[in-house]
């Protein structure tokens, strides 16, 4: 959900915005007329799923929601155990029944997923052709061989079981056909991996997206190393952001990257830096070539730039208290927010998509978007994501995900992560008032913790009601003289169930008109 | 060895290491090195399948987003050769003359793609011929190689009549070939010299091509056919040309209604229309609804001047962070008069350099270049749309549809209160 009201703005029925589970959508679905259902074609061991997951996490890190639905999963839901090939010969037909009930199952998942409203759905296929054996035996052995269809037979055995699995698809098996039977569809055909691609009327931007995406991944081995810049002089007297350069001790960690990499021995490995003047030393170091990207400076602080967090504490305590109850969205003043960091950032991860062996030196915010894209990290935990100083985060591709290893080089450094701080939460119940009171303020929308949304209301004596948009009814009052805001466990009055209450996520417009309801706030924002 | 010391570039404000009070090596400042070696991109396609069209509009495209590119249409050669142009029979594939002047034009252009590429810092050079034969191409080919060129082909497949006469129409009976000929003959003509080509057309084959870098565009975009994308221009080329589209439409470009800083004569910050600012943005309202445009998008940025300028036109409309205007860092919300007795150098450098130059902890015209790329992406993508922005935003985006370059763009006249209409017409 965007942080600013709109007049009328995009139909929000269909956007994963209100649903429970909580997404923060960013401006990129917004771009989506309608909700999209990929659907993936291919033989076995077309690298389908490799695909779906890989296209999941980068669609979910970029704001738009996505979900990986996958028959093989409903399958071994539905037959307890895989015994043999035997189970996709294209004339058994017991298993075919299986098989399609699955099918319309999922299908059933994935309405419910898409829909909250009666509404189209654009179809989108993207089918994987390969013809190359070597190709296919290579993703048998990385993804077939450690299936839980095979627990326990050796490698010989699966790779033969798992041909002959292909072979029964062979026999019935219909490629999009962009010339006659299916030109009106809109569709990708990725052909021997990424080789050749032939693309058939894209209708909207995320496919295009999507095609983009897909046009630009690749499957040869590499690695991927984060870190931050060394220690700054900053770093040592607390203050963020700013343009400082290393500290002795970042000094020392520069040189220990360098020796760190050379021992490596890295075949062509690139290296980028931010444009600030911390990574560059770093850098620089390493007597190598670099590229400086302006894109990976730090998150902007805007007003609180060079600021402690003491300082901000003190000069700004309703923009400290605000940051840390819905740190993604929390965009500083005249700054930037974690979500506008990973709109920024996602040039970096195209190209890093496209590259090969890269050690990208950065900053802690933009340290924590890179690795949650890599590490598939909700918006939720991305702010928290640990990122210490002089330590390197080695990122290796395997099967559908990434080995991840943590390298300490052995110089000290200040220590500059701050843990989500705990809310008070009681669990006390309350009674609950027959109707709201007073005015609607209409823009005063608070999310509740399972994604209810929850409308302030101004009561006429200056109190305040706090009244679900959904099932209208008032869940708690606060007001003047009455306990004063500490989030609580509510009860609904209909369904009685209970809502934990989180506080409001705020961005710059709406500040500006809650200035008169400051002490409001502040109640809210423990 | 010792790491070397930095500096700040005081125009750029980009660090760059330097030996001995000189600057080093080892450092690129642009994103990503666009290019490595030079890329070649070239034409196929028979006439009047929009080839002229996709190397303008791609040459203006690199050209604004950094890339410095040039394009090099082989029938412009042949018109400056050959004073005038008789009829369709020059074309005829047993016309010795015609073939030997027709290589002479297209080893000339080749020549100036060389000279442009390797000797004048161009990075692309975009070849705009027919190539429609193997031979041909192969031929180009091996000059790409003998050259270290990258070369990339796009090839533009149509059968649909009605497109082919639409675009003889648009841009064809206008050319200095017809210049006195009736629409009639000048149609019938092209159509017989489209003929010429036909019989020794090779299109693009997916097995007899298959190492060879390409796009073919299928159909005005309905299909795309892309194989072995060698590297990020290519891939950025092709995501390009799958994004643009020929629908007629009109895009409206205009700054938010006068702000109380601008009344001040403060720049940036993040202030409210002034009295006159909310009359603009009702007169607006007004234009929009006499346009009866269909199916118009409205974009802003989310600064309250170009939001509140929005909400006067009662439509839904998307809030756009990137369309922010320029961040000018320190001199955020000064005058000009303070900006030069607070900080004389930075208001010098500036007037030397007004494209690269960065303001301190701000942005320059080159960022926002940078940072408005995705706009100008969903804007081709998009058909009638209204952008409602800012001074220095506006000039980037007028300067990419205007094909202005980066010298003029920071000086475009882009006044308050004024709408600019931009309608697609045959190759601008």
Request: net charge neutral; proline share 4%; charged share 25%.
């Amino acid at each position: 959900m965007s942080a600013a009201p709109r007049h009328g703005g995009p139909r929000r029925g269909r956007s994963g915005a209100l649903r429970g589970g909580e997404k923060k959508c960013s401006w990129a679905s917004y771009m989506t007329n309608s909700p999209t259902l990929i659907v993936m074609i291919g033989l076995p061991a077309r690298g389908k799923t490799y695909v779906s997951k890989k296209l999941t996490r980068y669609l979910n890190w970029i704001g738009v929601p996505t979900k990986v639905f996958n028959l093989g999963v409903y399958r071994r839901e539905a037959v307890k155990s895989y015994k043999s090939y035997d189970f996709f010969r294209h004339d058994n037909k017991e298993a075919m029944e299986i098989r399609k009930r699955c099918a319309l199952v999922a299908l059933e998942d994935v309405k419910a997923y898409l829909l909250e409203e009666c509404g189209q759905i654009a179809v989108f296929f993207v089918e994987s052709v390969c013809d190359d054996p070597e190709v296919i035996a290579a993703n048998i052995l990385e993804v077939k061989v450690s299936s839980p269809d095979y627990p326990e037979r050796d490698r010989e055995n699966v790779m033969d079981d798992f041909l002959k699995r292909i072979e029964c698809y062979k026999v019935t098996y219909q490629p999009l056909d962009p010339d006659a039977y299916d030109k009106d569809l809109s569709f990708i055909k990725v052909i021997n991996v990424g080789q050749r691609f032939l693309v058939n009327r894209v209708q909207d931007y995320i496919q295009s997206k999507i095609v983009y995406y897909l046009m630009n991944i690749h499957v040869q081995p590499r690695t991927i190393y984060l870190c931050r810049h060394g220690e700054s002089e900053y770093n040592l007297v607390g203050k963020i952001g700013g343009d400082s350069g290393l500290s002795p001790r970042g000094k020392q960690f520069s040189q220990a990257l360098k020796k760190f990499i050379e021992e490596q021995e890295i075949v062509d490995l690139k290296v980028w830096t931010s444009q600030l003047k911390r990574t560059i030393q770093t850098a620089e170091s390493l007597g190598v070539t670099y590229e400086q990207w302006k894109i990976l400076n730090e998150i902007d602080a805007g007003v609180c730039e060079e600021m402690t967090y003491a300082e901000i504490e003190a000069k700004y305590p309703d923009e400290f208290a605000l940051r840390d109850q819905e740190k993604y969205l929390y965009r500083y003043p005249g700054g930037e927010s974690y979500q506008d960091l990973v709109q920024r950032l996602e040039p970096v991860i195209m190209e890093l998509e496209r590259q090969g062996n890269v050690l990208v030196i950065s900053h802690q915010a933009v340290m924590r978007c890179l690795v949650a894209y890599f590490l598939d990290k909700s918006a939720d935990e991305l702010p928290y994501l640990r990122c210490p100083l002089h330590t390197i985060l080695k990122l290796t591709p395997v099967a559908y995900g990434c080995k991840v290893e943590t390298i300490t080089l052995n110089v000290e450094a200040v220590n500059t992560h701050r843990d989500k701080p705990s809310l008070n939460a009681c669990v006390d119940e309350f009674s609950l008032p027959a109707a709201a009171d007073g005015l609607r303020l209409g823009s005063g929308v608070v999310r509740g913790g399972s994604g209810q949304r929850l409308l302030l209301v101004a009561g006429r004596r200056g109190g305040f009601s706090l009244v679900s948009a959904d099932f209208v009814c008032v869940l708690q009052v606060f007001g003047a003289g009455q306990d004063q805001g500490v989030p609580k466990l509510c009860r609904h009055q209909r369904g009685r169930r209970w809502v934990q209450f989180a506080p409001l996520a705020l961005g710059t417009c709406w500040r500006q008109q809650w200035e008169r309801r400051r002490l409001c706030l502040a109640l809210f924002m423990k | 060895s010792p790491a070397r010391e930095l500096t700040q570039n005081p125009l750029q404000k980009t660090w760059e290491p330097y030996d001995n009070g000189l600057p080093a090596g080892h450092s690129a400042q642009r994103g990503v090195c666009m290019t490595n070696c030079p890329t070649l991109i070239v034409m196929v396609g028979l006439p009047a399948r929009g080839k002229t069209y996709i190397s303008k509009k791609l040459t203006r495209y690199l050209n604004w987003i950094g890339v410095p590119t040039k394009e090099f249409n082989v029938g412009q050669y042949r018109r400056d050769l050959v004073k005038k142009y008789k009829s369709f029979e020059f074309f005829l594939p047993d016309n010795e003359e015609g073939l030997k002047i027709r290589k002479q034009c297209a080893l000339a252009a080749l020549n100036d793609v060389r000279q442009y590429l390797s000797e004048e810092n161009g990075h692309v050079a975009v070849f705009d011929a027919t190539n429609t034969t193997r031979e041909r191409r192969e031929t180009i080919y091996k000059f790409g190689e003998e050259n270290g060129y990258k070369t990339f082909f796009v090839e533009s497949v149509c059968v649909d009549p009605e497109v082919i006469a639409a675009n003889i129409v648009q841009v064809k009976l206008g050319s200095p070939d017809y210049v006195d000929c009736s629409n009639d003959e000048a149609t019938e003509d092209f159509m017989k010299r489209i003929e010429c080509y036909k019989n020794s057309y090779e299109t693009l084959d997916e097995t007899l091509d298959k190492d060879l870098s390409y796009i073919k565009i299928m159909d005005v975009g309905r299909s795309y056919l892309v194989n072995r994308v060698m590297d990020h221009i290519q891939s950025r080329i092709v995501y390009y040309l799958m994004n643009i589209h020929v629908t007629p439409r009109s895009i409206y470009l205009c700054r938010h209604g006068e702000s109380e800083l601008n009344l001040k004569g403060r720049i940036g910050g993040d202030p409210g229309l002034s009295v006159r600012g909310k009359e603009f943005a009702k007169s607006l309202a007004q234009f929009i609804n006499e346009q009866n445009i269909k199916d118009l998008k409205v974009w802003t940025s989310q600064m309250k001047r170009t939001i509140q300028t929005a909400e006067a036109l009662g439509v839904p409309y998307e809030q756009w962070k990137v369309l922010n205007e320029i961040d000018a860092g320190v001199c955020e919300e000064m005058t000009y008069e303070e900006i030069q007795e607070n900080y004389p150098l930075e208001f010098a450098l500036r007037d030397q350099d007004k494209y690269r130059y960065r303001y301190p902890k701000g942005e320059s015209y080159e960022d926002l270049v940078q940072r408005l790329e995705p706009v100008i992406m969903e804007l081709e993508r998009q058909e009638n749309v209204l952008v409602i922005c800012h001074q220095a935003v506006m000039r980037c985006l007028l300067a990419y549809f205007l094909d202005k370059p980066a010298e003029q763009l920071p000086y475009l006249k882009c006044p308050l209160h004024t709408v600019l209409k931009l309608t697609p017409v045959a190759y601008g």
